[in-house]
């Protein structure tokens, strides 16, 4: 397997659900990563898992968190969002320097 | 930390031409520069990388060039074809853990 995969592809949750979004690599890669991104703009990084253990926090409000339960899995649980958090949210993994991205999902909040 | 600039912002190019897109940094222990395609409403794709001991890389239409001493490293591709049309994005890290982007190129080429 030589890809990274993401779960679902959309997403539309109200200001009050609970859901997450689940990426997968079994590349063996040791660092993945959470971005948030804007039409037509960069990706911005959320946070960084190195070796399992979160590595960086890019100052991301409470309502994600990350959860990474194994070298191949990484999660972000969605809490109480607003509407200004509908964008792509994209995993990447790393090899060496060589960072991948998965599909994404396109996350409306309501 | 790092900040990476690109222009321009948007390239029309018509089709057959070249494309240019450039990239400036700031902290010189970066070491790796990739360049990302990003075709709507899809993933970044790594289309072609650099490192910081190389001048120059070329994968068919595709090159890279890096300046280190400028700090800048640009993009060209030839020939352009309509499928090139897409937004690109140049990147650069020291220790491959943070990737610091460029704001993007908007490229249309046009038929």
């Known amino acids: 397997d030589t890809e990274v995969t993401q779960t679902p592809k959309h997403l539309v949750m109200g200001m009050t659900n609970k859901k997450s979004l689940k990426c997968e690599q079994h590349?063996?890669?040791?660092?993945m990563y959470w971005y948030k991104q804007k039409a037509k703009k960069p990706p911005e990084l959320m946070f960084v898992?190195?070796?399992?253990?979160?590595?960086i926090n890019e100052s991301v409000p409470s309502r994600f968190s990350p959860e990474c339960p194994n070298s191949s899995l990484l999660n972000l649980h969605l809490h109480a969002l607003q509407p200004e958090d509908s964008a792509l949210y994209l995993c990447a993994s790393t090899a060496g320097n060589e960072q991948f991205f998965g599909p994404g999902t396109r996350l409306t909040v309501l | 930390g790092e900040n990476v600039e690109q222009h321009p912002s948007t390239l029309s190019v018509q089709e057959g031409d070249s494309a240019v897109i450039k990239c400036t940094y700031s902290d010189s222990a970066s070491n790796y520069f990739p360049w990302y395609k990003q075709e709507l409403g899809k993933r970044p794709q790594l289309i072609i990388d650099i490192r910081s001991n190389v001048g120059e890389k070329k994968d068919q239409r595709i090159a890279v060039t890096l300046n280190k001493t400028a700090k800048h490293f640009s993009l060209h591709i030839t020939e352009t074809q309509p499928e090139d049309s897409a937004v690109y994005f140049c990147?650069?890290?020291?220790?491959?853990?943070?990737?610091?982007f460029g704001t993007g190129t908007s490229l249309t080429v046009i038929p």
């Open positions: 898992y190195s070796y399992e253990k979160l590595s």
């Open positions: 590349m063996g890669h040791r660092a």
């Open positions: 990147a650069a890290t020291d220790t491959g853990n943070q990737f610091y």
